[in-house]
């Protein structure tokens, strides 16, 4: 079956500074990856997803991900974090063949200071 | 942009007592989701349902569980006996066709309290 490991819990970052929030999977075929965002009071909203192709990936709010086969990795990253970036963001994974039954990461709540 | 609520945001409820939690997916979505997440643990998911019927589910769904499409726009779950374990957050998501790149669209969520 699926996993999706998130090692960071907690990450406290400042505002402007660059920030990288770590995914490792494990699963046997190529996997479908996301990455989601949860602010308080609001529900899931997809950041960006990985199928195939480019290993990395383009998402909104100017965050991308790197899908690294070799390291069973798909990390999120952003250049510049801004106040507005403080969430709480899960990674999830797909089973080649149906995106419909996702297995999600326990999520890394990210503080962002002035 | 459409969105996926839920209602109610908070339920709480007492042990043995029936539950019923509601969505309303984006339009013209056609594949349902009902997913949970219990404080502190990851965010597992229940079932899938499309055209009227659960198109997978996982081993949490089981009897005490079901859901139904009971008209053109809600989506519902029910919970018939609950248990303290069922406390969680419940979030539905919806998708416009299932397929495998399928993007969900997942609401704000219901937390429901088991007394």
């Known amino acids: 079956a699926q996993s999706v490991t998130q090692p960071d819990i907690h990450i406290t970052v400042s505002e402007g500074a660059s920030l990288e929030l770590r995914c490792n999977y494990s699963?046997?075929?190529?996997?479908?990856l996301f990455w989601y965002v949860q602010s308080p009071g609001q529900g899931l909203q997809l950041l960006l997803k990985y199928f195939s192709g480019d290993t990395l990936v383009q998402g909104i709010k100017g965050f991308e991900a790197e899908f690294k086969r070799s390291q069973s990795s798909f990390n999120l990253r952003k250049p510049s974090v801004h106040w507005s970036d403080a969430a709480e963001y899960f990674c999830?994974?797909?089973?080649?063949?149906?995106?419909?039954?996702?297995?999600f990461g326990s999520g890394t709540q990210l503080t962002v200071l002035p | 942009e459409p969105e996926v609520t839920q209602t109610p945001s908070h339920q709480v409820t007492q042990m043995g007592q029936e539950v019923i939690l509601r969505c309303v997916p984006i339009?013209?979505?056609?594949?349902f989701y009902w997913y949970r997440q219990i404080l502190g643990q990851k965010v597992e998911f229940l079932v899938s349902f499309y055209n009227n019927e659960i198109s997978e589910k996982s081993e949490i769904f089981d009897d005490q569980f079901s859901v139904e499409r009971p008209d053109g726009s809600n989506f519902t779950l029910k919970i018939r006996s609950t248990k303290l374990e069922d406390s969680a957050m419940y979030f539905c998501a919806s998708s416009i066709t299932g397929t495998s790149t399928d993007t969900q669209y997942f609401g704000p969520g219901t937390r429901l309290t088991v007394l």
């Open positions: 699963y046997g075929a190529t996997p479908y």
């Open positions: 339009s013209n979505h056609l594949y």
């Open positions: 999830a994974v797909g089973r080649s063949g149906s995106a419909r039954q996702l297995t």
